[in-house]
């Protein structure tokens, strides 16, 4: 059973725009929310994280917001660049941590 | 670099083949990961190492057997595999403590074609 389901698969944005991808879950256990990046030939590095004690997290162009009660969290690419284009996972743990992945967002950007 | 390098980077191996897949941290962290990736799928945990003490095997078949000798190695040896078994493997490392998760470090994966 899929603990985290991540949407869109895929999505093609132009330059400067914004990228929004959408993730859901179930567990209320869950306590942190990571978003991992990953380019071709490379493993997934953390691209930015989140706590439930908050509603958003930005860090340079990247945005999390994180709807508790509705157990969904989403991630923001502003002024989306051609060097974004990467799959992105976004996870969820509990204390144990044992990270739970969505299947991925393929994003491209377009010059 | 992430500091978690992996051996080799590309596998070929028949259904009757041993072989084994090697992971090394230089991050000094205290716990290991294996992950299954398949395409437009979840990463998958597979096993999980704390301080060389395996505490999580995810109903992984067993013909995939793990070793961790020391707290920054960690193998996967591979036997009778079968072709839907290719993908790319993946293995991390974190520094576990007290608080909940932490980051987790992966390498580069190998990706392992079975035919």
């Known amino acids: 059973q899929q603990q985290v389901k991540q949407s869109p698969q895929s999505l093609i944005v132009q330059k400067g725009g914004i990228s929004i991808i959408n993730c859901a879950y179930e567990n209320t256990a869950f306590d942190y929310f990571p978003w991992y990046q990953q380019f071709p030939g490379k493993g997934p590095a953390l691209l930015i994280a989140?706590?439930?004690?908050?509603s958003e997290k930005k860090e340079g162009r990247f945005t999390i917001s994180f709807n508790k009660s509705a157990k969904q969290f989403s991630l923001h690419i502003m002024d989306s660049q051609p060097g974004d284009s990467a799959t992105y996972f976004c996870a969820a743990s509990t204390r144990d941590y044992k990270l739970s992945f969505g299947a991925g967002t393929t994003v491209t950007v377009r010059a | 670099e992430t500091g978690v390098t992996q051996t080799p980077r590309h596998l070929v191996m028949g259904m009757t083949n041993k072989k084994s897949l090697k992971c090394e941290q230089h991050l000094g962290h205290n716990a290991m990961y294996w992950y299954k990736q398949s395409a437009k799928k979840p990463l998958e945990l597979m096993f999980v190492?704390?301080?060389?003490?395996?505490?999580e095997n995810n109903s992984v078949p067993s013909r995939f057997s793990p070793e961790c000798p020391n707290s920054s190695h960690l193998f996967l040896h591979l036997h009778t595999l079968q072709p839907e078994d290719s993908a790319l493997y993946l293995c991390a490392s974190s520094q576990e403590g007290g608080g909940g998760a932490l980051e987790q470090f992966f390498g580069p994966g190998t990706r392992l074609t079975v035919l």
């Open positions: 190492y704390n301080f060389k003490e395996q505490t």
């Open positions: 989140i706590r439930p004690d908050v």
